[in-house]
């Protein structure tokens, strides 16, 4: 960690600060310019985030050297986590493609989406039982029975399923029905969510905040992987800006950025991110082209009474087309769909 000492700090707040510094164990390395004092301090970097130098009289700016999150950075892991989930692989040559409802709605649609999407080459259905909406007023999901249905869908289709889970007490019973667990873009923060998780061993796809940072949303992978679980999978689903020609602004240059900085696998969501189904296709597009290791897209096959997210979503057909029309895109960038 370098710490800068302001200016007009003083002989006296200079010896404070390193008697500090050597007080919890570090070495401390100084180096004085005709302007101003540097100082580096060598040693557990974890001690000095507990600690606010910037508080003491005379440090101006405090520098780190090492990442805040450890687990999930590239200097950890070289190589691509790979992520195993019955046949289906994600982080590897292939690109996933989860689709399905926004929520589940009934058995007999979701065995009927499930059927679809799988033909067109999708590897996981996707669908909320317990569903994060903004008014209270709105259908919360169908919770557990939602859960057998996805469970059915699963079994007679043969595809494994992802799901959102919103609170730590329903936790283990989810997990008996999901293969994956989305924690939402409104959960991104819940600490207590993402250490439950963290305990449990199946993966998590861990949707980026409405307003986070890519730094803040690695924290939050840290927090699940810190409890021993290191099957996280990012999400990019868009985030809130200026802009309201979109439900979201889709942060695309966010794939490229975390191949950089991690070594989990990283998906896009379009639908969220865009908010309209006439604009899924291209941002998708875009997304296996920027080196999405995966996509999660809404489908329903009646949207205009689809009891949530309806205005996003694609139907079957188009959602076929689309994934056609992917094929060549991500052979043009070295993977497959
Ligand atoms: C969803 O996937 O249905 C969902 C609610 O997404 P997000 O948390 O990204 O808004
Ligand atoms: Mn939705």
Known sequence: ????????????????????????????????????????????????????????????????????????????????????????????????????????????????????????????????????????????????EGLKYLAEARDRVGLPVVTEVMDPRDITMIAQYADVLQIGARNMQNFRLLKEVGLCRKPVLLKRGISATIKEWLMSAEYI????????????????????????????????????????PVIVDPSHAVGKWDLVAPMAKAAVAAGADGLIIEVHPNPEEALCDGEQSLKPKSFKQLMDELRPIARAVGREI
């Open 1 to 144: 960690m370098i710490i800068v000492l302001r200016p007009d700090a003083t002989e006296e707040q200079q010896e404070h600060i390193i008697k500090k510094l050597k007080g919890l164990g570090l070495q401390v390395h100084i180096s004085k310019g005709t302007e101003r004092t540097i100082l580096g301090a060598i040693g557990d970097e974890a001690i000095l985030r507990s600690v606010p130098l910037e508080a003491i009289p005379g440090v101006e700016k405090v520098l780190p050297i090492l990442k805040p999150y450890k687990l999930a950075s590239r200097e950890f892991r070289k190589e691509d986590t790979v992520i195993d989930v019955g046949n289906a692989r994600i982080g590897g040559k292939k690109i996933v493609v989860m689709a399905g409802p926004c929520a589940v709605e009934n058995k007999t649609l979701l065995v009927e989406i499930a059927k679809e999407v799988k033909n067109a080459g999708a590897s996981f259905l996707r669908g909320g039982a317990f569903k994060p909406r903004t008014s209270p007023y709105a259908f919360q999901g169908l919770e557990e």
């Open 225 to 264: 992987m810190a409890g021993g679980n290191h099957n996280v999978i990012l999400c990019e689903r868009g985030i809130r800006t200026y802009e309201t020609a979109t439900r979201n602004t889709l942060d695309l240059s966010a794939v490229p950025v975390l191949k950089q900085m991690t070594h989990l």
